[in-house]
């Protein structure tokens, strides 16, 4: 059977209009009512560790996995308590060297500003028993540097989070769904089990583990849309 990875970045109250890449962020009230959706629908959310098994065929069963990318604080104030309260575990996708940062990345295409989970909140993150998972070191794209120099970013930030966390790091996100065979392959020797990209679909056995598939949830996704994203089969 396939499986819905769900991708998300912010948690928060959308900016104004005119602001670029507005659709990246879910209120969250709306959050808590997808989440609502997936419970009533008998679709339970996990994080992408533990969604590999039914990803593979070793296990069966309704789930979604739920993964946020770049690690926000407002997904810690905002997405957190409400998947406490569903019962649900998530992945957060982090970018290791603006842990207590900031979203540099994004700034000079005029987003604004927005604060990255501190140690201190990454580390409840993990105890509640969700997952860290990498960002590469700098939110860069892959394709565009040296090999050495990927080899850093994918390598260096599982190693600083595994010293962080005190276990093992299992999971990456390719920034930007950027990536060529060679970053999968760095991926694998770096010592991940799978890797997320922003090709749409819904993960399968057949599907390269390091390059699985997720499906967008954006701002203006009404009840119909996210139901379908999540649909399973």
Request: glycine letters at 6%; a neutral charge.
């Amino acid at each position: 059977m396939a499986v819905p990875i769900l991708a998300y970045h912010q948690i928060a109250v959308p900016p104004s209009r005119k602001a670029p890449f507005r659709s990246m962020v879910v209120h969250p009230e709306a959050f808590h009512r997808q989440m609502e959706w997936l419970k009533r629908l008998g679709i339970k959310g996990v994080s992408l560790r533990e969604a590999m098994p039914y990803i593979r065929g070793e296990k069966t069963g309704k789930v979604a996995a739920i993964t946020f990318d770049d690690s926000y604080a407002n997904v810690y104030e905002n997405a957190l308590p409400v998947l406490q309260e569903f019962g649900f575990t998530a992945t957060n996708f982090v970018v290791a060297n603006q842990i207590g940062g900031s979203n540099v990345w994004d700034v000079p295409l005029g987003v604004a500003q927005a604060p990255c989970m501190s140690v201190e909140q990454l580390k409840r993150w993990h105890s509640l028993g969700h997952e860290v998972g990498s960002h590469t070191l700098d939110h860069v794209r892959l394709p565009q540097l040296p090999m050495e120099e990927a080899r850093r970013q994918i390598t260096h930030s599982r190693e600083l989070l595994e010293d962080l966390l005190d276990e093992g790091i299992s999971s990456f996100c390719f920034p930007y769904g950027d990536e060529t065979p060679l970053d999968r392959v760095l991926a694998y020797e770096a010592g991940y089990s799978a890797a997320t990209t922003t090709r749409r679909g819904r993960a399968r056995s057949s599907d390269d583990p390091f390059g699985l598939p997720r499906a967008t949830i954006r701002r203006n996704d009404s009840w119909l849309h996210f139901v379908r994203k999540c649909a399973l089969g």
